[in-house]
């Protein structure tokens, strides 16, 4: 399979969450909404996207990665033009949730595919690069949708950018077709059958504490992203052009962590990489906290924990990503929803959790990460110790 194709595919799902984001005022004025309604695009497509990925996974384990994937393209496709063409707020929330429908097969079934298609220690590398694929796409796509609407004068042109996108992505899965696997007639079918999976891998504790472990992790990062701006702009007293260069840190430390690990999952016990880079991860509250105290620079309170943090999870989380979905090859596609489902909705508690600190102190979210981090590494410890029934990756 080509890793090409998974990784272009990853991008998409995520540039569609955020592309045309910059251009949400100019949207709520074009189809006379508020700016309430016009961020509930963002809203209605991010709950579609987690809480599909429960049928998706299972669904390609039983009748084939190619039907699921090909399915989800054609939704999506079609939910970006109606969002494109939209004439009211209430058809491009309709278009949104089409669009949620359609990413979130491909978000599931290239990791999915990537479990199927390659052997250690190659494929705990590829998962690596799936991840560095998301925090670029994550990162890039409000600054290209942003671009795109300051060169057009429109916020439809990002819509139609994508439309080309995931064309392209179409054109690479027909071409790639006879390489995805078909169902399994040994996994039960219907929805039973799905929830027996699923029952199956959480009572595998290595497994569910691996889940869990990912979960609080995803729930730090997004509570991070939340409230960091915030943090910055108050306590710091930071621009708001300012504030997206220093959130860069994040991402581009998550980065260096990606090109790290990749060449260490060959040498590390999975397990120990995941561990590790928790703990790393743990000196980013720890910094914050003691510079607030202190009444520490910008540097040291908040840019250099935003650089140990990203670089703590660009070690940790990748690796617990592949560890899930590769727990059992029969049922890859359930460990990859699994991980979506508990990890977006964790992110989508930690989010709500960190809107209601206060954010005139770094304080508030030096606890915050303190204790999504220190959960994190309780269930990584715990995975560690259990680790014998499941695969390791990266040994």
């Known amino acids: 399979m080509s890793l090409f194709f998974l990784l272009t595919a990853t991008v998409v799902s995520v540039v569609a969450a955020t592309i045309y984001t910059p251009s949400l005022p100019g949207i709520a004025r074009d189809l006379d909404a508020s700016a309430t309604v016009a961020q509930w695009s963002v809203t209605v497509f991010a709950a579609t996207f987690g809480l599909v990925q429960v049928w998706h996974g299972p669904a390609s384990d039983r009748i084939g990665r190619w039907r699921v994937l090909h399915v989800s393209l054609w939704l999506f496709l079609l939910g970006t033009i109606v969002s494109g063409a939209a004439p009211s707020i209430g058809v491009l ?106 029952r199956s891998l959480l009572q595998r504790r290595p497994i569910l504490y691996t889940v869990l472990t990912g979960a609080f992790m995803r729930a730090g990062y997004f509570g991070f992203l939340t409230l960091t701006p915030f943090v910055l702009a108050d306590a710091f007293a930071l621009e708001v052009g300012a504030v997206g260069t220093a959130m860069m840190t994040l991402t581009a430390a998550f980065l260096v962590a990606n090109t790290v690990v990749v060449r260490l999952t060959n040498r590390i016990a999975g397990h120990d990489l995941i561990v590790g880079g928790t703990i790393f991860a743990l000196t980013a509250p720890l910094t914050m906290a003691i510079a607030a105290y202190s009444g520490a620079t910008l540097f040291v309170g908040l840019i250099l924990p935003l650089a140990l943090y990203g670089f703590g999870q660009g070690i940790a989380m990748p690796i617990a990503n592949a560890t899930a979905v590769n727990a059992d090859p029969r049922m890859a596609g359930a460990g990859a929803s699994l991980l979506g489902f508990v990890g977006y909705l964790m992110g989508a508690l930690g989010t709500f959790v960190a809107g209601l600190l206060a954010h005139d102190t770094a304080i508030p979210l030096a606890g915050f990460l303190a204790v999504t981090t220190m959960l994190a590494l309780t269930f990584a410890c715990c995975a560690q110790r259990a680790q014998d029934p499941i695969e390791e990756v990266g040994r």
């Open 93 to 198: 929330l309709l278009g949104r949730v089409l669009q949620g429908l359609g990413a979130a097969g491909l978000t599931v079934v290239p990791r999915a595919i990537a479990s199927d298609s390659f052997v250690e220690p190659k494929r705990g590398r590829v998962f690596v690069y799936l991840s560095m694929a998301t925090a670029v796409g994550a990162t890039s796509a409000p600054l290209i949708g942003g671009w795109l609407d300051a060169w057009t004068g429109t916020w439809r042109t990002s819509f139609a950018v994508l439309a080309l996108l995931l064309l392209v992505v179409l054109v690479l899965a027909v071409r790639r077709s006879p390489d995805m696997a078909g169902g399994r007639r040994d996994r039960p079918p219907g929805w039973r059958g799905a929830m027996a999976d699923y």
